[in-house]
């Protein structure tokens, strides 16, 4: 089917393929990091044992003529190089490399930094020895293994050699490259051991089971058509391991990972590309976000007014329409901030021409300002494809903008912009600038999956490369020319690569309006944010039909206790077009979340400095519990609370509370760590707050844009505490504060004012 995701392990199965094992390392300069590899090639063969076929992988000769010309176990470039303490480079190819060195799109600036001197060298009987104070590399030479540490010894993962293997029956193929019989190009096949204990997170805003250990998962952007199945929106080549490392395969071809699915000892990350080029991080979680997102880009800072309610559906029409929901949010005290119009605002519904329709829209520019000056942003579909009857088609071709195929014409009937030619960069820019200029927020960059796979790009380049660079290039686009225009870094985008997290923000494709639905939603936000992504959201209720009341009743806290909120959707999706109980739940919740702004704002700009995600596994803060590893339907909202949605019909459900006290936000009851059966309060969701936690309040306000920051509340979360902090953010101040209070005598104390003469404080304790 067109776009489906190329699984490359197909290649690593197949008997006319030949196949070169890493055996040996033959040549190594330890100053340079840099040497050679001997591959030694082997076939399948097949071996009948009573009526059953294996296969086994066997040493064979040569196959080309002249012999003299080729060899048989060729010697090829492997590289180590250190990027901080904590971050190692592994390069190894499996041929000479004739194309020329560009900057990398996925890397900050296009390159990794040397940090050599942190690293010391030994040499060791087996071989060599590179030490940090975080860990330690052993690079041996026969057999061949690059083996990682950490600071206290522990073998964390290595490569897996054949012999590694011998004593099993199962045909593993080790580190190894594969040359394909039909056109002679290879793939990597990076290889390396797993533990018994050994879990796996991370990949992307994947919607599987959350734990990867026993998965095989296939990095390809596709259009997922929804939350409940193994393809994603947003792959990412990234993933971290409960041992203590974390693995970035720096690739934009499509890559196939089999955690153990096969042979439950290997981790094979098998590689579209002639190259394995692998950065791998030591530490704990926070740590290896830390250094990855150091490695490939870290969040802006999205705008205050970003943060609140985004009020939306499949579609509004009309100005006539726009204004009638910007009243009703404020007559029914919905606080909202951002309007926007899908796919209806062109003259013919999803014919993007970046142009409103002049039957529908008397005034677009002065309906904007009039919403802005009401505390309301404006937000505006589009998306990178054009189909024939498209005004601007014809354009579009003429000037050579498009992706094409093999024979220069376009390998779709839609016209797909290529983003890797400056001037369809510049046409595309122009055109989003215009809108922007015209006083509208931010722009949803939708869709972006499904490049063609056989195209052939501006850059020279073929799908089997670009496609899933993209989305990255696209988010780039559309994040630049917004923060040259307007002075903000967002954009609301459904497709992501590696990289795209440094051009917020994202959200979480075309849910059903289902229970399961809902907690896939979670589980693919939890695993996006393990991936590097500070900033998400979903569709609050679902997206594919009318949500039911009582699913949008449950999910509508859960969106409002993300990152970003949005409710989005078939019709109605507005609270007040359900039942007067809903609208009063609905309003609550979106109350809370405006009253927890300056938490939600500080959390924000923290995560975003520390490469964290907002929407947080609870093993991110809680690395040495073990059941934190095993929880994936709840999470902690930014460092300090903890959220359990209700993912069925009912008021309580099993939660798992780390260890030390916890104290419910709606009831003020106070839990041990441990298991517990926990109701949820008038607001359908549990919401718990960490011992010794201060979560600042704001006055309620319609929009951000009229909060009064000059006077806040600190509510003391405090059991047994006789301490307790928060960070603190606020708007037209760079700094980031951390606000502490002391116990003395029954009540708290602030230690000191950062903002003094700018904000007071009233102090409250909840105990």
């Not at 939350?227 to 990412?236: A, G, S």
């Not at 009309?318 to 209806?344: C, M, Q, W």
């Not at 052939?456 to 225009?485: C, M, W």
């Not at 803060?621 to 019909?649: C, K, M, R, T």
Request: some cysteine.
């Amino acid at each position: 089917m067109l776009n489906e995701p190329p699984d490359i392990s197909k290649d690593f199965e197949d008997f006319r393929n030949t196949y070169y094992l890493a055996d040996e390392l033959v040549k190594f300069n330890p100053e340079t990091g840099e040497g050679t590899i001997k591959y030694l090639r082997h076939n399948f063969a097949t071996r009948q044992a009573f009526n059953n076929m294996l296969s086994k992988l066997v040493p064979a000769p040569a196959n080309e003529f002249p012999t003299t010309e080729y060899e048989v176990s060729p010697e090829l470039p492997f590289s180590i190089e250190f990027i901080s303490d904590r971050t190692i480079r592994i390069k190894t190819s499996s041929g000479p490399q004739f194309k020329k060195q560009e900057a990398s799109l996925m890397l900050v600036n296009g390159v990794a930094k040397n940090a050599r001197n942190l690293w010391k060298y030994s040499k060791i009987t087996e071989g060599h020895k590179y030490t940090s104070s975080k860990g330690s590399v052993v690079i041996t030479e026969k057999p061949w293994h690059v083996s990682i540490y950490n600071a206290q010894g522990k073998l964390l993962t290595s490569t897996l050699h054949l012999d590694d293997v011998k004593s099993t029956y199962t045909p593993v193929t080790p580190f190894s490259f594969v040359r394909r019989a039909d056109d002679y190009s290879r793939s990597m096949d990076a290889v390396f051991s797993m533990s018994p204990e050994e879990k796996i997170f991370g990949c992307g805003e994947s919607f599987t089971q959350f734990n990867k250990r026993g998965q095989k998962v296939i990095l390809w952007t596709d259009d997922a058509n929804g939350v409940q199945n193994e393809t994603m929106y947003k792959p990412i080549p990234f993933y971290m391991s409960s041992r203590g490392y974390g693995v970035f395969m720096h690739h934009s071809t499509p890559i196939t990972v089999d955690f153990g699915k096969y042979f439950n000892g290997a981790n094979s990350m098998m590689i579209g590309d002639d190259e394995a080029d692998l950065f791998v991080f030591i530490g704990e979680p926070k740590d290896i976000l830390d250094e990855y997102t150091d490695l490939t880009g870290k969040a802006e800072m999205p705008p205050l007014w970003s943060f609140g309610f985004w009020m939306s559906r499949i579609t509004y029409f009309s100005e006539t329409e726009g204004r009638e929901i910007a009243k009703n949010l404020r007559k029914y005290k919905i606080p909202s901030d951002v309007i926007h119009f899908d796919t209806g605002w062109f003259e013919t519904d999803w014919r993007c021409n970046y142009e409103f329709s002049k039957n529908r829209f008397n005034d677009p520019i002065d309906m904007i300002a009039d919403m802005k000056e009401d505390g309301f942003n404006v937000c505006l579909w589009q998306l990178p494809y054009f189909t024939p009857r498209n005004t601007l088609f014809n354009e579009i071709i003429e000037k050579g903008l498009a992706v094409k195929d093999r024979k220069g014409n376009i390998p779709y009937e839609d016209a797909t912009l290529d983003f890797t030619n400056p001037e369809t960069v510049t046409w595309y820019q122009n055109k989003i600038a215009s809108l922007l200029k015209q006083g509208v927020g931010v722009i949803k960059v939708d869709f972006g999956e499904a490049a063609p796979a056989t195209g052939i790009f501006n850059n020279g380049k073929t799908g089997f490369y670009e496609h899933n660079l993209f989305p990255l290039r696209y988010n780039k686009a559309v994040s630049e020319i917004t923060k040259e225009v307007t002075g903000n870094s967002i954009i609301w985008a459904r497709s992501a690569w590696s990289g795209s997290q440094r051009y917020p923000l994202h959200w979480g494709g075309d849910a059903a309006t289902t229970n399961t639905a809902m907690a896939a939603t979670l589980r693919g936000g939890l695993s996006f944010g393990l991936s590097g992504f500070t900033f998400w959201s979903h569709d609050v209720g679902g997206f594919v039909t009318k949500s039911p009341e009582d699913l949008y009743r449950r999910w509508t806290p859960f969106g409002m206790l993300t990152s970003h909120v949005r409710s989005h959707g078939e019709p109605p999706t507005e609270p007040w077009e359900y039942s007067k109980e809903f609208l009063v739940d609905f309003r609550n919740a979106d109350n809370l979340r405006y009253q927890l702004m300056p938490y939600i704002y500080g959390q924000a700009k923290d995560a975003s400095e520390k490469g964290l995600p907002m929407l947080r596994a609870m093993f991110v803060e809680f690395p040495n519990d073990p059941g934190s590893w095993l929880v994936d339907d709840q999470y902690l909202f930014g460092s300090d609370i903890l959220v359990a949605p209700l993912f069925e019909n009912g008021t309580e459900r099993n939660v798992y509370l780390p260890k030390g006290k916890w104290i419910d936000y709606q009831t003020n009851k106070i839990y041990e760590g441990g298991w517990h059966s926990i109701k949820a309060g008038d607001i359908p969701i549990i919401m718990l707050v960490k011992n010794g936690t201060i979560l600042p309040h704001i006055k309620l306000a319609q929009s951000t844009k009229d909060m009064d920051w000059s006077s806040l509340e600190l509510k003391v979360f405090a059991a047994d505490a006789t301490t307790a902090s928060c960070k603190l953010y606020v708007p037209n101040n760079t700094n980031l504060y951390n606000l502490e209070v002391v116990k003395k005598g029954n009540s708290f104390e602030l230690v000191n004012n950062p903002l003094e003469g700018n904000t007071k404080f009233k102090i409250s304790t909840i105990k």
